[in-house]
């Protein structure tokens, strides 16, 4: 005898392997991508990296100073590091398209509508955030430490170590900016209201400060310059987050008398009330 839920299974588990083809083309693709892109700036490596220790030369080479080389391959491996990230960035949108080619088809077109700009502002606050670190926090942090060096001693760094620091600082302050998307996300799920945010706010304003305690160098205004732009950003996710309405609120709870019209309209009502038994009468 043969099983009536076999069929079903067959295309269940054809439709998976389906999507995990795609999901696999997808990623070849971008890592193509992406490794083409090295390939090309492999060949500016160090360029690139003059690029990114430009905030930290100009601070040194005034008074003397230059960046060290303490592993044996750090003069080649760390600008190739460089020239990937670099890549990587480059590429970010191309893959971010194929992530949302793969997931667009399950989605219902009003969220497609809320994902897709969604999707390109956390993008674009990503590198806002990059670039606030490279452009304002950088030469300020360098300049406010370069003062605090002891006479008689040589402020130097090696480029492996430098190259870490500005990798952390900059991704820091990148997720950083994402904040008013997050709020933005949680509002629109349903997970938390507007008023509650709100009355968290003493809590992310604490958190702001460690975050920026932790990922920033040890002192006072590399810290304010990560601080404060999350609750700024905050305060601007909740602004927006104002003209976001949650799935309850969006698709409305139906009144009693709105279900009964839905009811009879689709003849359940009716089957109901000719299949009820007749009231007894006292």
Known sequence: MENPDAPRDNSV??????????????????????????LGLAFYAKELYSLVAQPLLAVLQPQGGKMIITDVAGNFLVPMKVAFMAAFLVGLPYVLYQLWAFIAPGLYAHEKRFALPLLAMSVLLFFTGMAIAYFQVFPVVFFFMSKLTPEGAAWMTDIDKYLSFVLTVVMAFGLAFEVPVAVVLLVKAGLVGIQQLREIRPYVIVAAFVAGAIFTPPDIISQFMLAIPICLLYEAGLLVARFIRPPDQAVGLMSDAEVDAALQASGIRERDSATAPPASKN
Do not use: P, Y
């Open 13 to 38: 588990e054809e439709g998976f392997i389906s999507h995990l083809a795609e999901l696999r083309s997808r990623l070849i693709r971008s890592i193509a991508l992406v490794g083409l892109l090295f």
